[in-house]
T-cell receptor, first 111, second 116 residues
């Protein structure tokens, strides 16, 4: 079945550092790909998404490109802030079905 | 933007009692809603898919008689944890599929259940 694998955390960075969180997937069809963020004690918020190969999702300085050839959707940000500290989940969904999540990566940014 | 609410946001109950959690899509209709469970510092695991007007589809290993799901309208799905036990303590999150938007799922803020 479909699955999502993302890098283990925690990821600890200094403010203004470059961030990459790796995410790869396996799918039988042509899924949409997502990154969600969860701040402490809160629910999930959609960060960005891409619905087809070569699409780039972006939001709040975060970017991820749907790479079909490498089945990847790595999350990047050029300069992280303390306020970016959260848990990040990579996920996929075939049309209309439930999301399949990776295990989550905790990001901790210090000033 | 689309908003999904959950009520209550947190609840504490005693072992053996039942707890109902509501998930509402506030400004759109949702034929399909999903219920997830999240243990501390872990990912979300799909429990069941809730379809308006029909029986929910449960994932393998999820007890349908323990986790009762009712999707009585296009804007409301409920999850009832029956005869709750401490091991049912968890963070329960719902999401709703927005009609007409492929893969556009909106998440509720979650409900933290603690069973004592």
């Amino acid at each position: 079945g479909d699955s999502v694998t993302q890098m283990e955390g925690p990821v600890t960075l200094s403010e203004e550092a470059f961030l990459t969180i790796n995410c790869t997937y396996t799918a039988t069809g042509y899924p949409s790909l997502f990154w969600y963020v969860q701040y402490p004690g809160e629910g999930l918020q959609l960060l960005l998404k891409a619905t087809k190969a070569d699409d780039k999702g972006s939001n709040k300085g975060f970017e991820a490109t749907y790479r079909k050839e490498t089945t990847s959707f790595h999350l990047e940000k050029g300069s992280v802030q303390v306020s970016d500290s959260a848990v990040y989940f990579c996920a996929l969904s075939e049309a209309g079905t439930a999301l399949i999540f990776g295990k989550g990566t905790t990001l901790s940014v210090s000033s | 933007g689309a908003v999904v609410s959950q009520h209550p946001s947190w609840v504490i109950c005693k072992s053996g009692t039942s707890v109902k959690i509501e998930c509402r899509s506030l400004d759109f209709q949702a034929t399909t809603m999903f219920w997830y469970r999240q243990f501390p510092k872990q990912s979300l695991m799909l429990m069941a898919t809730s379809n308006e007007g029909s029986k929910a589809t449960y994932e393998q290993g999820v007890e349908k008689d323990k986790f009762l799901i009712n999707h009585a309208s296009l804007t409301l799905s409920t999850l009832t944890v029956t005869s709750a036990h401490p091991e049912d303590s968890s963070f329960y999150i719902c999401s709703a599929n927005r009609e007409g938007r492929d893969n556009e799922q909106y998440f509720g803020p979650g409900t933290r259940l603690t069973v004592t």
